[in-house]
């Protein structure tokens, strides 16, 4: 990560989150990594979401990072849990006021009728809490994703990639190279 951000791309921190149904239907979509220590890696969407359902039956997910211009892949492998109500009014309030009027208007992910019923939406709840801190809503929040395998892959010469996996195991960190 320190490597991507000295390279001054454009989103370093976007992945791709891979999620799957109760029928085993995988999907995928773009979150923003907001955070990463020695717990995992942890995002913010709604709880109430594809994501956020799949994820309430399934808690597996994968997350994939690419850097096309450094020829960089990290795939990352682990359960997702929710973070603290603590924890997710304290990012909620750092985020700016217009997204957090959005996230009040916005049921990601449910079909709506136009883009005009979307806009009244966000009017209304703009004038409801015109004079006012503007609450978290209830279903929105992070996760952190706690990773059971972690692979950095590194493009090289002739397609003899460098593939190196961390794989959690009760006695700690196993590190393994995989053929490219
Ligand atoms: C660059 C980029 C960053 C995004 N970041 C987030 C994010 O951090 N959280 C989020 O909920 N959606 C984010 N989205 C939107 C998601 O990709 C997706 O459309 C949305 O979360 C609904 O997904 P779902 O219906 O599968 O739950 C982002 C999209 C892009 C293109």
């Known amino acids: ?5 000295r390279a001054g791309l454009h989103e370093p921190n976007a992945m791709v989150l891979s999620t799957v149904s109760a029928q085993g239907r995988p999907s995928s ?3 923003l990594l907001k955070g990463l220590d020695e717990g995992g890696f942890v995002f913010f969407t709604n709880y109430s979401s594809r994501k956020g359902t799949e994820l309430a039956a399934t808690p597996r997910c994968s997350l994939l990072f690419l850097w096309h211009v450094l020829e960089r892949q990290v795939r990352v492998e682990g359960a997702a849990m929710r973070l603290s109500a603590d924890e997710n009014d304290a990012y909620f309030w750092t985020r700016p006021r217009a997204s957090q009027i959005g ?5 990601q992910s449910e079909v709506v009728a ?6 009244e939406r966000y009017s209304l709840l703009a004038q409801r809490f015109a004079d006012e801190r503007v609450p978290r809503p209830e279903n929105w929040g992070g996760y952190c ?15 003899m990639h ?9 006695d700690g960190w196993v590190t393994e190279r995989l053929a490219p």
């Open 1 to 5: 990560m320190r490597d991507v951000l």
């Open 145 to 159: 994703v706690e990773p059971e395998s972690v692979e950095f892959w590194q493009g090289r010469l002739g397609r």
């Open 29 to 31: 979509r773009t979150v």
């Open 103 to 107: 996230a009040w208007a916005s049921p």
């Open 162 to 170: 460098d593939r190196i996996r961390y794989r959690r195991t009760p």
């Open 114 to 119: 136009d883009r005009s019923a979307l806009d």
